[in-house]
């Protein structure tokens, strides 16, 4: 008797259907994100992520539930792309953090393991169905995997490896920023990056002890990448996108014919703060508008409209925010007690003592003379 003439039946269960069920969402997200507007590169990622894990999930499936057998053709169709789920993670994540960066053609370098898996896979592609039956019969009665699953599942949890080393690092990159912008979208962005590196992790460990320990449910793994799918819709759903025109005290038909898209805008923000740390240009008593854009070498009218919208302020609160929280640091520095108040002022950009005192106060509810001397005597203020 050939193996052809084994009959093996579908099965499919209850984990069957709850994966299936995250695969139809992924497919029905991917959609959705291609037709919304935002960051166009950032939504494609995100699309051919969800995508690429709902074909996944869905040949997982396939295979457990022995529907493979029903549909030969369908078998192994999913196996190239395990390979472009972590790299999609990453250019996503990149896109949404490093906005300095758009895809480029080098990045299709990301996708070579899954050209190669694809060029492996091809003979099988291309034989008949009752072949590839045959095929898939004797791995189902095999006592051991084959070397091609021993080889695909060391490569792979290889790969998702290192991008997650490549993931924590642009979390620390973006952390560093998002601390003085303070956006509700900064935020949304920073929690999703660190969610998405814990999930990753999670389900990379899961991973190994799957292939570790055979006794574990087949569909257990997939099932994480489906929960995964829903929160990526939920996550897209919960960050802000880049608004245009609303912030408080705005009008937005002052941008209405502004060329500065959202894209453009999020990349002088980041720009711009970080000139801020590194350069303090807000020192300069005579700091205008068009000197800091000369400097940053962005249009001045671009970089009024960014600080407007990008951080809901005017171009005087925000450079006399970085004066005061400098302010703050010289007064409570021991080092620095020589100095007088209007020293420090002067010191900071400010060019009088009765403009320091005014704006100092409407950002701590205190002078300067009296915030140095709470700062002095806190040790007085609050025993431990």
Not at 34 to 61: E, M, P, Q, Y
Not at 275 to 287: A, S
Request: some cysteine; proline content about 4%.
């Amino acid at each position: 008797m050939q193996i052809t003439d084994i009959t093996i039946g579908p099965n499919i269960g209850f984990l069957a259907v709850l994966n299936l069920l995250g695969a139809a969402q992924g497919i029905l997200l991917a959609l959705a994100l291609l037709t919304t507007g935002g960051n166009k590169t950032a939504n494609r990622l995100l699309a051919a992520l969800t995508l690429t894990i709902s074909i996944v999930v869905s040949g997982a499936v396939l295979l457990t539930s022995n529907y493979v057998f029903a549909f030969p053709h369908l078998s192994r169709l999913h196996q190239p792309f395990v390979f472009l789920a972590a790299p999609l993670l990453f250019l996503y994540l990149r896109e949404l953090t490093a906005r300095e960066q758009r895809f480029e053609r080098k990045d299709f370098l990301h996708f070579i393991p899954f050209v190669l898996c694809l060029i492996y896979l091809l003979p099988y592609y291309l034989q008949s169905g009752k072949a590839k039956i045959q095929i898939l019969v004797s791995e189902y009665i095999q006592a051991e995997f084959g070397q091609w699953y021993y080889v695909r599942s060391a490569v792979l949890i290889t790969q998702v490896l290192v991008y997650l080393v490549l993931i924590v690092l642009s979390i620390v990159k973006y952390s560093r920023n998002v601390k003085p912008r303070k956006s509700a979208r900064d935020k949304a962005v920073l929690f999703e990056v660190r969610f998405f590196v814990i999930a990753t992790a999670v389900l990379w460990c899961a991973v190994v002890l799957r292939y570790a320990i055979s006794t574990i449910p087949n569909l257990l793994v997939p099932l994480g990448a489906s929960v995964l799918i829903y929160a990526l819709g939920y996550l897209k759903m919960r960050r802000p996108e880049p608004e245009v025109g609303k912030k408080e005290g705005l009008s937005a038909k002052k941008y209405e014919k502004s060329t500065l898209t959202p894209e453009r805008s999020e990349r002088y923000l980041d720009k711009l703060i970080n000139f801020m740390k590194q350069e303090q240009p807000f020192t300069d008593g005579d700091l205008t508008i068009q000197k800091l854009a000369e400097r940053l070498a962005i249009p001045a009218h671009h970089l009024s409209q960014t600080i407007n919208e990008g951080l809901g302020q005017t171009f005087s609160d925000f450079i006399n925010s970085y004066r005061i929280e400098e302010a703050k640091r010289k007064l409570l520095d021991p080092a620095l007690k020589h100095l007088s108040v209007l020293g420090i002022a002067e010191e900071v950009g400010f060019n009088s003592k009765s403009s320091f005192n005014s704006v100092f106060k409407k950002h701590t509810n205190m002078t300067p003379s009296e915030f140095r001397n709470a700062g002095n005597g806190d040790s007085q203020l609050n025993p431990r």
